[in-house]
């Protein structure tokens, strides 16, 4: 399947921590296109270790993350409006 994971988290005491706790966590499992933004497809054993290790970090009541799927890349239609990133080249 091909996701899109998005996050936000905040960074207050110990939030520097989770923040780089989750970006080596997606990292190791997506591509990473922009700021807190990553992309890429995983099967779903990967996605439900992706998930799994996720939650080990994220604070259920201040920290947020958002995973878009779908079967097929295809339906997905990228448009940059400014800088070009040539690491999404990659992505079909």
Avoid: P
Avoid at 10 to 18: A, H, L, M, N, S
Avoid at 25 to 53: A, D, M, P, R
Avoid at 61 to 85: P, T
Wanted: contains cysteine; proline residues 0%.
């Amino acid at each position: 399947m091909y996701a899109v994971l998005v996050y936000d988290i905040v960074v207050d005491e110990g939030g520097q921590k989770v923040l780089r706790r989750v970006f080596k966590t997606c990292k190791k499992y997506l591509v990473h296109i922009q700021n807190s933004v990553f992309e890429g497809e995983l099967s779903e054993s990967q996605l439900f270790k992706l998930k799994t290790e996720l939650s080990r970090y994220l604070r259920k009541d201040i920290d947020s993350c958002i995973i878009f799927k779908s079967n097929s890349s295809r339906w997905l239609e990228k448009e940059f409006l400014a800088k070009f990133d040539e690491k999404t080249s990659n992505i079909l």
